[in-house]
């Protein structure tokens, strides 16, 4: 057991001592802006009902597809895709990884929120709305997750203040879309449909960074016994983070290895010994 705690002590500490560098920051940067397209798609829930009730699309009161009033069924969908997105599947980032997570939720909402603008009945728009709920439950879990594994203890505090005031200045800038555009018509277009274009486009822009700007969380490497690889994702987060993580990186990954590294004699010796 000895063994086995000491490279995930050495990790943890290789990870606190990353120094506040461009390279970190520009990560921390990324995965805000991710957080910032989310709670866009999330708080403009409100914002363009208007512009839905205006084009007729959805109806008040019992003449809404569920007897209640379209928005009441919209706003519950995006409800129920959150919690089932949140509850049910963010869990399955701890087997999948958070970048692979991060990746795949990111272009589900953004994807079918492109499709959700297209739609010209209630009955569309709400089953979409539900779709891209489920991807906001799974990101609004994996980028917190993901933020606090890669942070170092010295920073942490710091990167969450940075990563809240990146990913809340999305209320005021969708409440600002939405009271330019929703009133009015582009390209033959409702403006509601723009402030979700707008959003989506913008999503789907972060999704296709190049993706090695995403690290792997190499305490998932290593819980699955798979040492070599989170040294090798830490080793290219150090390079990253400049030369002084570089040198602490050759320091703890030596020592690393020499922890890892049994006798031949105490190898024979616990061939017949008990776990």
Not at 43 to 70: C, K, N, P, R, V
Request: glycine residues 10%; neutral net charge.
């Amino acid at each position: 057991m000895l063994r086995q705690d000491k490279p995930h002590a050495s990790l943890t500490g290789r990870i606190d001592a990353l120094p506040a560098s461009f390279g970190l920051w520009s990560f921390i940067t990324l995965l805000s802006l991710g957080g910032f397209f989310e709670l866009y798609d999330l708080f403009q829930t409100g914002y363009i009902s208007a512009g839905l009730l205006a084009e007729g699309i959805f109806h008040t009161g019992q003449a809404g597809i569920f007897g209640i009033a379209d928005q009441a069924a919209f706003a519950s969908a995006t409800f129920m895709g959150l919690f089932i997105g949140a509850s049910l599947l963010a869990p399955l980032a701890d087997k999948l990884g958070r970048r692979l997570t991060f990746m795949v939720a990111l272009a589900w909402y953004g994807l079918f929120s492109l499709l959700m603008a297209t739609q010209s009945s209630a009955e569309g728009v709400i089953f979409f709305r539900f779709l891209v709920g489920i991807g906001l439950g799974i990101e609004l879990v994996t980028i917190d997750t993901y933020l606090s594994e890669w942070v170092p203890t010295h920073l942490r505090n710091k990167a969450f203040a940075f990563a809240f005031f990146i990913q809340f200045l999305s209320v005021p800038a969708v409440a600002l879309m939405s009271w330019m555009l929703v009133p009015t018509t582009l390209f033959g277009l409702s403006g509601w449909r723009w402030v979700i274009i707008f959003g989506a486009l913008f999503s789907l822009a972060i999704w296709v960074y190049p993706p090695k700007s995403y690290r792997s969380q190499p305490a998932g490497w290593e819980s699955k016994g798979r040492h070599d690889d989170a040294h090798t994702v830490m080793c290219e987060m150090e390079a990253r983070c400049g030369p002084d993580a570089v040198a602490e990186a050759c320091a703890c990954g030596t020592e690393r290895r020499q922890t890892r590294a049994p006798s031949a004699k105490s190898g024979r010796r616990s061939i017949g010994s008990a776990p």
